[in-house]
């Protein structure tokens, strides 16, 4: 399976790359880590007439901290993302999902931002930044929008990116005091693809969960927000009930799909179980931050 | 077809492949270099890891184009005037491989492994190792030759 022809672009700044979008639109494909598009480009999933390379734009890398969010620029590589202190600091779910992701050998490549716009629901990173509210920034030439994490996620491997559009950031608000993380995932083999992934974070004021934040992946087309486990848990204090409770409800209206690793019951039992253990996890985490 | 340089096992070499060549084919076709194999061709199972900047990438998820101007270490270049280096040794002395396909992938993750985590416990090493797909050995002795590597690189 060797890749299909096509024409190469390898910009060295934003405003070339954006300009390259404008002129090809949804003929093009943007070339980030590469960890998922050259599969489907050997696959031939994936047939754009040209492929534009952003690993030469240099303003697309690093991680900084300021005001309360930590913006990760879309080129930054996940090991350097799993590697941050900043990262480990200030957003602690994104930091226990990352050595998740693949194996050490795809983050040694494979990029925050392309994961995010490629768009796996089942992926890892798609699920952090829905639990935690992420904002993209993207550029076209008009110039720059954010697009809140709420809004990214349309559909199995789409999102509200404009074909003119480049994705050049992440913002992810710091955690507040009192925030304890968990990322659980059942897969069939470390590194694969999860069946069922769960970001859970939890902030604890006076011993009360003041906020709860559960995002499921692998459940359905995009990554989603177990609303009905959260509605169960603010506002009361931790217990093991509670996360029973708050367990129950983990995929309330929502319809998994059925594949060959199990039918919709299965993922919902699997989902009910992961939440257990993460907000147990969570709790715990949050009392060892404080 | 754009020109490229890359430093391959300590020596600049050249070429001019299509964009859409990945750096696993220029390797073996246009280098020559054909002891990284290549498996699956699509990142599944670690066959065609090399060790690009110091880090262990598939090069079969890259293109050659990419690697341009970049630092390359294949399997070629983990042994010196014809003697095996210390892991290759360690890998031989615990029988881990049998058929050969996996081992030159799995040899490059663990080497690039064993530079940053000198002293791992064998947890450790199976994490590593994931990425990795043998279909002869059951990992096992996989597993025991990189940790007997990291124990005599610890006895000096």
Known sequence: M??????????????????????????ASVLAGG??????????????????????VTELSGISAVDGWVTIGA???????????????????????????????????????????????AAELPAVALALDAEFVVRGEPGERVIPAAEWF????????????????????????GTGVSFQEVARRHGDFAIVGL???????????????????????????????????????????????????????????ADLHGPPGYRKQVAATLVRRALQAAADNAHERQ | MPDITMTVNGAMRTGSPE????????LREDLDLTGTHVGCEHGVCGACTVIVDGRAVRSCLMLA?????????????????????????ALWDSHSFQCGF?????????????????????????????????????????IEGVLLAAERNRQG
């Not at chain 1, 006076?206 to 609303?227: Q, Y």
């Open chain 1, 199 to 257: 970001a859970a974070a939890l902030t604890l004021s006076g011993g009360v969960i003041a906020d709860a934040r559960l995002a499921l992946a692998g459940i359905s087309d995009v990554p989603v927000r177990a609303a009905g486990a959260e509605d169960v848990l603010v506002g009361q204090r931790p217990s093991t009930a509670l996360f029973e409770e708050a367990a129950c409800r983990a995929t309330d209206g929502l319809d998994p799909p």
């Open chain 2, 19 to 26: 964009a859409r060549k990945t750096l696993a084919d220029f």
């Open chain 1, 75 to 121: 080129m930054t590589r996940e090991y350097i993302a799993e590697e941050s202190d900043s990262v480990r600091d200030a957003v602690p779910l994104l930091a226990a999902a990352l050595p998740l992701v693949g194996h050490e050998a795809i983050r040694s490549r494979g990029t925050i931002g392309g994961s995010l716009a490629h768009a796996d629901p």
């Open chain 2, 102 to 142: 996996c081992t030159p992938g799995f040899v490059m993750q663990a080497s690039a492994f064993l530079t940053d985590h000198p002293d791992p416990d064998e947890r450790e090493v199976r994490e590593a190792l994931s990425g990795n797909i043998c279909r002869c050995t059951g990992y096992e002795s996989i």
């Open chain 1, 35 to 56: 960890q998922s598009l050259i599969p489907l480009l050997a696959l031939r999933l994936a047939r754009p007439a040209v492929l534009i390379d952003i690993n030469g």
């Open chain 2, 65 to 89: 184009v990419q690697a341009s101007g970049s630092e390359v270490t294949t399997i070629e270049g983990l042994a010196s005037g014809g003697a095996m280096g210390a892991l290759q040794q």
């Open chain 1, 2 to 27: 060797k890749l299909p022809r096509f024409d190469y672009e390898a910009p060295e700044t934003v405003a070339d790359a954006v300009g390259l979008l404008a002129e090809h639109l949804d003929q």
């Open chain 1, 154 to 177: 349309e559909g199995y491997l789409t999102t509200s990116r404009g074909p003119d559009e480049l994705l050049v950031a992440v913002r992810f608000p710091a955690a507040t005091h």
